[in-house]
């Protein structure tokens, strides 16, 4: 099964703050994709990323978010100025090169004051 | 627009017992994948088992099986001989295509299983 680690595991931040979630895989790959859970809630999904480009975005995934892979290899999300309301899990997602079923990463908690 | 329904919040089962959660989802394409994940309370999502649509066998995974009815679009989760570390929510999920190599998850509610002793 494919791995996934996620940094921080949990991120305490002021409300307007700019704070970036890394997702690393454990081998190369060229897809990738964010999802947000609000606590109680279901999974959402934010973007999809692809070969240094996004390929598909939410109508959650405002002009407050970014994506980069900054190094070839770690994927970042970055949240300019983060809200109350953005206090949630993000999770990164991998899919398997054969049968494209996604792994997700173990999430990284962002609480927002 | 796809959309999952999971019509159950909460279910419960006695220990080494067989429960079915229940997963409804609408779609007009032909061709998809659908997903049952597990979410503990280390809030980690993890895959029980996949179900392609093009196939009419149900998928099984040790002690978990599905129910797919494509015409009815419906695709229940049974769990077998229930275990204490069963005890998580449940989501269902379908996955769309949206680019030519690119899908994303559409997820229902979730159904909270508790496992009791």
């Known amino acids: 099964e494919p791995e996934v680690t996620q940094t921080p595991s949990h991120q305490v931040t002021q409300m307007g703050q700019e704070v970036i979630l890394r997702c690393v895989p454990i081998?190369?790959?060229?897809?990738f994709y964010w999802y947000r859970q609000i606590l109680g809630q279901k999974v959402e999904f934010l973007v999809s990323f692809y070969n240094n480009e996004i390929s598909e975005k939410s109508e959650i995934f405002d002009d407050q978010f970014s994506v980069e892979r900054p190094d070839g290899s770690n994927f970042t999300l970055k949240i300019r100025s983060t809200k109350l309301e953005d206090s949630a899990m993000y999770f990164c997602a991998r899919p398997d090169r054969i049968t494209d079923t996604q792994y997700f990463g173990p999430g990284t908690r962002l609480t927002v004051l | 627009a796809q959309t999952v329904t999971q019509s159950q919040p909460e279910m419960s089962v006695q220990e080494a017992e067989t429960v079915t959660l229940s997963c409804t989802y609408d779609?007009?394409?032909?061709?998809?994948?659908l997903f049952w994940y597990k979410q503990p309370p280390s809030r980690q999502m993890i895959l029980v088992i996949r179900?392609?649509?093009?196939?009419?066998q149900n998928a099984t995974e040790n002690r978990f099986s599905v129910n797919f009815q494509k015409a009815a679009k419906s695709f229940s989760l049974k769990i077998s001989d229930s275990q204490l570390g069963d005890t998580a929510m449940y989501f269902c999920a379908f996955m769309k295509h949206v680019t030519d190599s690119s899908y994303k998850l559409i997820f229902g509610s979730g159904t909270r299983l508790l496992v009791r002793p």
């Open positions: 779609t007009s394409e032909n061709n998809y994948y």
């Open positions: 179900q392609e649509a093009y196939k009419q």
């Open positions: 081998s190369n790959h060229l897809y």
